[in-house]
């Protein structure tokens, strides 16, 4: 063997050796992610690939979990010690993980050119202290879907504007027979709750009132008695405290609910899902006063992660305005990032429109320690009742005084 050859094979084995040492030292950055739809996954597993090619000492693993069980896994994984680098959460439940001590901030991690690039309302439940814990992920409000075809039938010719139209636009829908649905009304998991305060806050109600649980007030007897009615009337889907929010999406897809209250991406799942499907959407009907539901999701930083670099630039890629038009586009979120909002595709489009006007009204869940389990009695109360097991007075007065313990009232 010539020295030539042998110099070129000893180079190769040289390369090979620094090439699979570089391999042996990459980073691995862990990220839990939500999952909103079935677009959640690959889009994710997208950026993480584009990521790696930029940055090939990184290698990005993508968790998606479904919602319905997104907490439960961040508490084993957290008690486990065991949690991912970077996690998408419910920014409801951000001030449990920051008071636990789970959460890094990001300032001073992440550049002020990143933040700079949102739309400063959005980033504001994440402010904690002075102190910024998470980036929004996705924002949303909640509206009326309408289905204008099976009004249209009902002879009603637009959306109701009080809650007495829709009760009224309900029997219509009902006297029509058949299959369809007046209201949609969801009764079981995730934003069980939600749902109710929806009628709740358009009575003049809170969720917490002078550090107390607004669930003894008159509003929240109201919306009670308002969605018992309904559904004692045969106004909504039989057995409601079977159906979580995707099982009643799914009724009005399937063109068999004339009105539900929802989010951003129905618009988005109707339009890949159902495109011949006739609806339109409106304000959530009024009690006395009009009201929405404002919600962010945030991506935090875990405070034991030994990749925090790496998160850091994963989180300035992952947030460039390209990808967030297709994350958008692809789960029907508002923008988070104001690029993105002057973008044609959102600027122009008539369905986000109408959420963004609602926006004014919004109101945001209460940031406070506990949150999910005043969420979680108060989806047990409303079961409760919604199945006759109890009358909404005294189960609210009740669930009220088991509230305002976790909330330490006097």
Request: charged residues 25%; aromatic residues 10%.
């Given at each position: 063997?010539?020295?030539?050859?042998?110099?070129?094979?000893?180079?190769?084995?040289?390369?090979?050796?620094?090439?699979?040492a570089?391999?042996?030292?990459?980073?691995?950055?862990?990220?839990?992610?939500?999952?909103?739809?079935?677009?959640?996954?690959?889009?994710f597993?997208?950026?993480?690939?584009?990521?790696?090619?930029?940055?090939?000492?990184?290698?990005?693993?993508?968790?998606?979990?479904?919602?319905?069980?997104?907490?439960?896994?961040?508490?084993t994984?957290?008690?486990?010690?065991?949690?991912a680098?970077?996690?998408?959460?419910?920014?409801?439940?951000?001030?449990?993980?920051?008071?636990?001590?789970?959460?890094?901030?990001?300032?001073?991690?992440?550049?002020?050119?990143?933040?700079?690039?949102?739309?400063?309302?959005?980033?504001?439940?994440?402010?904690?202290?002075?102190?910024?814990?998470?980036?929004?992920?996705?924002?949303?409000?909640?509206?009326?879907?309408?289905?204008?075809?099976?009004?249209?039938?009902?002879?009603?010719?637009?959306?109701?504007?009080?809650?007495?139209?829709?009760?009224?636009?309900?029997?219509?829908?009902?006297?029509?027979?058949?299959?369809?649905?007046?209201f949609g009304?969801?009764?079981?998991?995730?934003?069980?709750?939600?749902?109710?305060?929806?009628a709740?806050?358009?009575?003049?109600?809170?969720?917490?009132?002078?550090g107390?649980?607004?669930?003894?007030?008159?509003?929240?007897?109201?919306?009670?008695?308002?969605?018992?009615?309904?559904?004692?009337?045969?106004?909504?889907?039989?057995?409601?405290?079977?159906?979580?929010?995707?099982?009643?999406?799914?009724?009005?897809?399937?063109?068999?609910?004339?009105?539900?209250?929802?989010?951003?991406?129905?618009a988005?799942?109707?339009?890949?899902?159902?495109?011949?499907?006739?609806?339109?959407?409106?304000?959530?009907?009024?009690?006395?006063?009009?009201?929405?539901?404002?919600?962010?999701?945030?991506?935090?930083?875990?405070?034991?992660?030994?990749?925090?670099?790496?998160?850091?630039?994963?989180?300035?890629?992952?947030?460039?305005?390209?990808?967030?038009?297709?994350?958008?586009?692809n789960?029907?979120?508002?923008?988070?990032?104001k690029?993105?909002a002057?973008?044609?595709e959102?600027?122009?489009?008539?369905?986000?429109?109408?959420?963004?006007?609602?926006?004014?009204?919004?109101?945001?869940?209460?940031?406070?320690?506990?949150?999910?389990?005043?969420?979680?009695?108060?989806?047990?109360?409303?079961?409760?009742?919604?199945?006759?097991?109890?009358?909404?007075?005294?189960?609210?007065?009740?669930?009220?005084?088991?509230?305002?313990?976790?909330?330490?009232?006097?």
């Open positions: 063997m010539s020295f030539m050859t042998r110099a070129l094979k000893l180079g190769a084995l040289a390369a090979a050796l620094l090439a699979f570089g391999l042996a030292q990459a980073a691995t950055l862990r990220v839990t992610i939500a999952e909103y739809s079935a677009k959640t996954g690959p889009f597993n997208e950026v993480a690939r584009a990521f790696e090619k930029d940055n090939p000492d990184t290698k990005v693993q993508i968790e998606v979990v479904p919602w319905d069980v997104l907490r439960q896994k961040l508490d994984d957290i008690a486990a010690g065991a949690n680098d970077l996690a998408i959460i419910g920014t409801r439940w951000l001030i449990d993980f920051v008071k636990a001590g789970i959460v890094e901030p990001l300032d001073g991690t992440i550049p002020a050119e990143v933040t700079g690039r949102f739309i400063e309302p959005f980033l504001r439940p994440s402010n904690m202290d002075g102190k910024l814990y998470g980036l929004p992920v996705a924002a949303s409000a909640r509206a009326l879907y309408y289905n204008t075809e099976i009004l249209g039938k009902a002879g009603v010719d637009g959306p109701p504007k009080t809650w007495d139209d829709l009760v009224a636009d309900a029997k219509k829908v009902k006297a029509l027979g058949g299959d369809a649905i007046g009304l969801q009764g079981k998991e995730i934003e069980t709750d939600v749902y109710f305060y929806y709740m806050w358009s009575y003049g109600g809170e969720i917490v009132q002078n107390k649980s607004g669930l003894g007030s008159d509003a929240a007897l109201k919306a009670a008695t308002l969605y018992k009615g309904l559904i004692d009337q045969g106004l909504t889907q039989q057995g409601v405290t079977a159906y979580n929010r995707e099982d009643v999406q799914n009724l009005f897809k399937k063109g068999r609910v004339a009105m539900m209250i929802s989010a951003p991406f129905l988005s799942q109707i339009k890949t899902e159902a495109p011949n499907l006739k609806y339109a959407i409106a304000p959530v009907p009024a009690g006395t006063v009009s009201a929405s539901y404002g919600v962010t999701d945030s991506i935090i930083l875990s405070k034991n992660s030994k990749a925090k670099a790496e998160a850091a630039k994963f989180l300035e890629f992952a947030f460039r305005p390209e990808w967030r038009k297709k994350f958008n586009l789960e029907g979120f508002l923008p988070v990032l690029s993105v002057e973008m044609p959102f600027k122009d489009n008539a369905d986000l429109k109408a959420f963004t006007q609602v926006l004014p009204n919004a109101r945001f869940a209460p940031v406070i320690p506990g949150w999910e389990e005043i969420a979680e009695k108060t989806g047990a109360a409303l079961q409760s009742i919604y199945l006759g097991k109890g009358e909404p007075k005294p189960v609210l007065t009740d669930t009220a005084t088991s509230i305002d313990t976790i909330l330490g009232a006097k």
